[in-house]
């Protein structure tokens, strides 16, 4: 363990929303501890913000990839107090509250008190014209279905099939949900995505029991919401006025220290002895693409899991992070003219169940749920194409997939108007898709690298949410970790 005196090496590969926290956060509590650090942040991109990318375009704010994050999860607003940056903070439009799912060409208002997909009101729920009677009857039987005796992780899809029945699975569940991962929900963990669902039906022994529980508590502790400026407070989601570029602006400025080695790879590092070389040596040396090499104490990977796997391929067996495919999404942002659309915008957008066969699987009315992107006499849309069973879409070329969403925009909401502009923007390989068992493999292969190789942590979307909170949190326990490893006592 290293003591006082020297400079504190760290490198962090990854220069994404959890490489750039947990740079902030080894800074942080180095200045706390009083210590001399050096964090070098290292990403083949010239530009800092892996998939957080804005775009300001005739007086729109446009968000290329995630546009906001739930209020409820605090990394991201403890960082924001951290940044000064927490006044810049902005909510959704209260007056566009409803979202709509597509239903045999139509558009459904989504029944109130739905939580997550899960029906927490039954009045609402027993009227809405999503479901067919025998649908809601199934769901109804949430209450009698005895919870599950095995502890092992299985599908979201299995779990909601198993208590709330396929119908609502497929055409109310599956559209809210597996939008946040592009994925499908026979496939993605239930431990690793939704494991309030698996604990509301361990706790209440059924899930809809369990779910409204969940919401009178959150009703009933209001802690996240005391500390959010006034103006923010009753908002579900929240992103930032200038849009969540502000973040990166405050984060570039805050690591002013830090050493940046933009449109450079890491590609391998060596585990070194240090005591076989008098301490002469760092114990880890980081090799990037133009052929430097930089010594580090810790380094922290918050590549995605495919890269992060290159990197630990050499050094041990990474079949936990093989097992997590990627999903390749685009979305199509298209700008008018209100006066050309003379549609009144009531809500946050629609869903599309798969079952719908449009190419597109959901649309923000993002104008109307975020007044700061858009000039009021103008509407901004974001249409969303791709996902998992779904992704050859993606690689359309400009003008098919245009023509595909104007099509379905057309069908679904009457549009005909020419856009003013359309921003198109692929993802290739961008959603991590957590497989059944995945919390269990990837928790295996960290603490064998904790052991073999104290103060390299890989860390980021790929393991314990994909949310940018989450991304945050990880983020700033991997500077812990990676810190903790280097001087013992660190908090
Ligand atoms: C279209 C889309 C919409 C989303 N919407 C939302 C949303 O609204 N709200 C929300 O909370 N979340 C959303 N998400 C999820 C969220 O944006 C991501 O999970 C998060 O930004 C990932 O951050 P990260 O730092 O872990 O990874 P990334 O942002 O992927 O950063 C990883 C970085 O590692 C770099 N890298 C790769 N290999 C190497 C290497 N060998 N050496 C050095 N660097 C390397 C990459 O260039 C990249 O910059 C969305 C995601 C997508 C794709």
């Known amino acids: 363990m290293r003591g006082n005196g020297k400079r504190d090496r760290f490198v962090v590969i990854g220069g994404g929303i959890s490489g750039l926290s947990s740079a902030f956060y080894l800074l942080k509590q180095a200045k706390q501890r009083g210590r001399d650090a050096l964090v070098t942040i290292v990403d083949p991109s010239e530009r800092i913000g892996g998939k957080i990318n804005t775009l300001k375009r005739d007086g729109f704010t446009i968000e290329r990839g995630p546009d906001s994050f739930l209020a409820r999860k605090t990394p991201i607003i403890d960082l924001a107090y951290d940044l000064g940056i927490e006044n810049q903070l902005v909510g959704t439009n209260p007056k566009a509250k409803k979202t709509y799912i597509l239903h045999h060409g139509k558009l459904h208002p989504m029944p109130p008190g739905l939580v997550l997909g899960v029906p927490t009101e039954i009045a609402p729920f027993a009227k809405t014209s999503l479901l067919s009677w025998g649908g809601k009857l199934r769901a109804m039987m949430d209450f009698v279905t005895p919870a599950s005796k095995e502890t092992g992780d299985e599908s979201i899809g299995h779990f909601l099939t198993r208590r709330v029945g396929a119908e609502v699975m497929e055409r109310v569940a599956e559209p809210l949900l597996a939008g946040i991962y592009a994925g499908e929900l026979n496939k993605l963990s239930l431990a690793s995505t939704f494991p309030q669902f698996r604990d509301a039906e361990r706790k209440h022994g059924s899930l809809i029991r369990g779910m409204r529980a969940n919401k009178r508590l959150a009703a009933s502790t209001p802690a996240v919401a ?88 050499p050094h041990m067996n990474v079949d936990a992070l093989r097992a997590i495919r990627y999903v390749s999404v685009a979305n199509v942002v298209m700008a008018f003219d209100k006066a050309t659309l003379g549609i009144d915008f009531d809500g946050s957008g629609f869903v599309v169940p798969r079952t719908e066969g449009t190419t597109i699987t959901a649309c923000t009315w993002t104008s109307a749920k975020w007044l700061h992107s858009s000039p009021s006499d103008k509407v901004l849309l974001r249409c969303y194409v791709g996902r998992s069973g779904d992704e050859a879409v993606v690689d359309l070329s400009d003008n098919q997939m245009t023509e595909a969403v104007r099509r379905d925009i057309r069908n679904t909401m009457g549009i005909t108007a020419e856009p003013l502009f359309t921003e198109i923007t692929r993802l290739h390989h961008s959603m991590p898709q957590y497989p059944v068992g995945h919390l269990q493999e990837t928790a295996k292969l960290r603490t064998k690298l904790r052991a073999q190789m104290p103060g390299v942590w890989v860390t980021g979307a790929a393991f314990d949410g994909v949310g940018l909170p989450d991304c945050i949190r990880q983020g700033k326990e991997a500077a812990m970790g990676v810190y903790k490893s280097l001087i013992g006592d660190f908090k």
């Open 226 to 313: 005391t500390r959010l400026p006034d103006a923010v407070k009753n908002s579900m989601f929240l992103t930032f006025r200038g849009g969540l570029e502000t973040m990166l602006e405050a984060l570039h400025t805050a690591l002013a220290s830090a050493e940046w080695k933009l449109g450079n790879k890491a590609v391998a590092f060596r585990q070194n002895d240090p005591d076989e070389h008098g301490g002469d040596v760092a114990p880890y040396e980081v090799l990037l693409s133009d052929g430097e090499i930089l010594e580090a104490d810790g380094i922290v990977i918050t590549a995605p899991a495919f890269d992060a796997a290159d990197l630990l391929e």
